[in-house]
């Protein structure tokens, strides 16, 4: 198994442009989640999603910030517009559904907005 | 909503000392409780995790306690090797949705 994959692996752009972020989730799995990692507020979780269907977007930062995920297998983040404070670790995570299923992480995507 | 308080952030032993990590939950209907390790630059990985109806499990070198009525559960690790050292997050939930603490980095000298 390729475990979850992600991509890109770093991304640097300027402030004001878009990112989207990748995620291929581990076949079979049926909820996906999109982390942030910084050192000032650890790991966070921005949105997940169950079957395909967002379930808890709360940790959204602000309306800059949309996921989609239109299939099983693929999922987007997207930024947009771009800013500085935004430059953190995006990780995505796919488990099997059901309370207390191990969520594997993929490798991350450094984002650097200058 | 679930919070999750994780200490100390920081803990630095000898090789071969044992390590403790803990950490405390507010919302009582939690009921799983994981612990992941990440490796400097390298992504979370499940090292361990307890279920509410099991007051301690034990994997090797690293065990797990649960205190339901206080609210709060540690990791302990014994006889360390620099090969632990690394960032460790408890995490507790109910649903799907887990909230991880602060993280504790754990540096173990040779």
């Known amino acids: 198994d390729a475990g979850v994959i992600q991509s890109p692996r770093h991304e640097v752009t300027e402030m004001g442009q878009e990112v989207t972020l990748r995620c291929k989730p581990i076949?079979?799995?049926?909820?996906l989640f999109w982390y942030r990692q910084t050192m000032m507020r650890g790991l966070e979780l921005l949105i997940y999603f169950n079957n395909n269907v967002p379930i808890d977007d709360s940790g959204m930062p602000e309306d800059r910030f949309s996921a989609k995920m239109p299939n099983a297998s693929f999922s987007t983040l997207k930024i947009q517009p771009s800013e500085p404070r935004d430059s953190a670790v995006y990780f995505c995570?796919?488990?099997?559904?059901?309370?207390?299923?191990?969520?594997?992480f993929g490798p991350g995507t450094r984002l650097t907005v200058t | 909503g679930e919070n999750v308080e994780q200490h100390p952030s920081t803990l630095s032993v000898q090789e071969g000392d044992s390590a403790v990590i803990k950490c405390t939950y507010s919302d009582s209907a939690s009921n799983y409780f994981p612990w992941y390790k990440q490796e400097l630059g390298k992504r979370p990985q499940l090292i361990i995790d307890i279920r509410s109806n099991v007051g301690e499990k034990k994997d090797q070198r690293i065990a797990v306690t649960l205190n339901k009525t206080a609210k709060h559960f540690s990791l302990h690790i014994t006889e360390t090797q620099p090969e632990d050292s690394a960032v460790y997050f408890c995490a507790a939930t109910d649903t799907d949705k887990l909230i991880f603490g602060t993280g504790t980095r754990l540096q173990v000298f040779p």
């Open positions: 995570a796919s488990s099997l559904l059901g309370q207390g299923s191990e969520q594997y």
């Open positions: 076949s079979g799995h049926n909820s």
